[in-house]
């Protein structure tokens, strides 16, 4: 069974920074894309970032490069080091592997970018 658990989120002032981990469970991160993800109330899911070992990384255009995603795959673990952080990044953040169906969703970490 797949499972996600999300951490590191918080409540920062606008600028500030965070690193959230996402650490998985049955799941190869050699096999698979790894993303993040955010929900903010009333707004769907969107895709934040992208890893793969081999493609790399890719980012949506919103970031303005204030993101950086990466993982420890002996670890299990996708990393998202987001700085600069702005208010309309408020949002619950997930992670998940990149394919369809998608793995179950974990419970994801609330991040509120407030002054």
């Known amino acids: 069974q797949v499972q996600f658990v999300e951490s590191g989120g918080g409540l920062v002032q606008p600028g500030g920074s965070l690193n959230l981990s996402c650490t998985a469970s049955?799941?190869?991160?050699?096999?698979?894309?790894m993303a993040w993800y955010r929900q903010a109330p009333g707004i769907e899911r969107e895709w934040v970032a992208t890893?793969?070992?081999?493609?790399?990384?890719n980012y949506a255009e919103f970031i303005e490069g204030r993101f950086t995603i990466s993982s420890d795959i002996a670890k299990s673990t996708v990393y998202l080091q987001m700085n600069n952080l702005k208010y309309d990044d408020t949002a619950v953040y997930y992670c998940?592997?990149?394919?369809?169906?998608?793995?179950?969703w974990g419970q994801g970490t609330q991040v509120t970018v407030s002054s």
């Open positions: 049955g799941i190869s991160f050699r096999a698979n894309t």
């Open positions: 890893i793969n070992r081999i493609a790399g990384t």
């Open positions: 998940n592997a990149v394919r369809v169906p998608r793995f179950p």
